[in-house]
């Protein structure tokens, strides 16, 4: 996807005069001339309205204003590449912490609209008479919803190692988490966890770390079904990144297959020019991790955390 521009105008007007296209948008009419062609370009916002273009050049449009609509030449149709354009931008979308909910919709008939809404996480919120441009009149039409809440569940973030799935933490990760973070050996390399976290209160740092398609949030680190860990991703103003792993794990190079994927995958769904760490420096085996991974280290401070007795060093890390 990319900006409207001047030389799809060939491509547009070859599409949207086809009228097994141009039936199912409610706005375009039909024909679709220069003219129009003209005053959509005008409109176009940039980070709102795209081309979507294929290795053939120009094949269709979408756009989130805040309604998503989107359109397909035959040729492009029946390919993925709707689910893949609407998805990008919904993906986009929902990486802004403050972005709301998301409406679009079909009318009667439109199958594939109706089936890619669906598996985007859209639910039907009203039927009634909509408009219709191309054909002149009021036809059946069903408005749909996306929550985030919704987006999120029906799309999670999911990533894979050799060994390891990094997948969404559920409730039920609770008490997994509370064992790992309490114990001598992990409790005292991090930083918000007490030796005596209650269960209630994992149970609400896990719903606080719930993937929502925006950070904050970690990823569960499952071996198996089990799981022996996290990692996250603090908020999008603050980059951080911390992990943790059982300590029975330790020195099996699990982190070493997990970080990288997890680096490169929120450094690109959420466009970030760098990311930060912090390590206690009494613990190089995660300094070391962090270097092997892009990062360098900068200053050196004390810091007091709940699972340590007094104030200690600590060394920031930024991979730029």
């Given amino acids: ?12 007007l070859a599409g949207l005069n086809d009228f ?18 003209a005053g959509c370009l005008a409109a176009a916002e940039p980070g709102r309205h795209w081309a979507i273009v ?13 309604h998503l609509g989107y359109w397909l030449a035959p040729r492009a149709q029946c390919r993925g590449y709707g689910g893949e354009a609407a998805g990008a931008v919904l993906a986009a979308h929902f990486a802004n912490p403050a972005a709301g909910a998301v409406t679009s919709g079909y009318f009667e008939g439109n199958t594939g609209s109706a089936r890619l809404l669906t598996k985007l996480g859209f ?3 009203r039927r009634g008479p909509e408009h219709c441009r191309a054909r002149g009149a009021d036809l ?3 408005s749909m919803a996306l929550s985030r809440a919704a987006w999120a569940a029906a799309n999670p973030f999911t990533l894979t190692t050799p060994r390891l799935l990094l997948d969404p933490l559920t409730e039920a990760d609770a008490p997994a988490i509370r064992r790992i973070v309490t114990h001598p050996a992990v409790g005292p390399m991090l930083f918000v966890f007490a030796p005596d976290l209650s269960a209630q209160a994992a149970l609400d740092m896990v719903r606080g770390w719930r993937w929502t398609g925006t950070p904050p949030f970690r990823l569960a680190l499952r071996l198996g ?10 908020s999008l103003d603050d980059p951080e990144i911390y992990y943790f792993l ?19 995958a929120v450094s690109e769904r959420f466009a970030l020019p760098r990311l930060t760490a912090r390590v206690f420096t009494d613990n190089p085996a995660s300094a070391r991790l962090l270097i092997r991974n892009g990062f360098r280290p900068g200053a050196t401070s004390a810091q007091a955390t709940p699972a340590r007795t007094a104030p200690a060093p600590v060394s920031s890390y930024t991979r730029p």
């Fill in 1 to 12: 996807m990319r900006p409207l521009q001047a030389s799809d105008a060939d491509a547009w």
């Fill in 20 to 37: 097994d296209v141009t039936k199912w948008l409610a706005a375009v009419p039909f024909p679709f001339t220069p003219a129009d062609f």
């Fill in 54 to 66: 294929d290795a053939a050049g120009a094949c269709g449009g979408i756009g989130l204003a805040p």
């Fill in 123 to 125: 639910a039907e919120t």
């Fill in 140 to 142: 059946p039409h069903v």
């Fill in 225 to 234: 079904r089990a799981l022996v860990g996290t990692i996250g991703l603090k």
């Fill in 246 to 264: 059982a300590p029975e794990l330790h020195g099996h190079g699990l982190l070493s297959e997990a970080l990288p994927v997890f680096l490169a």
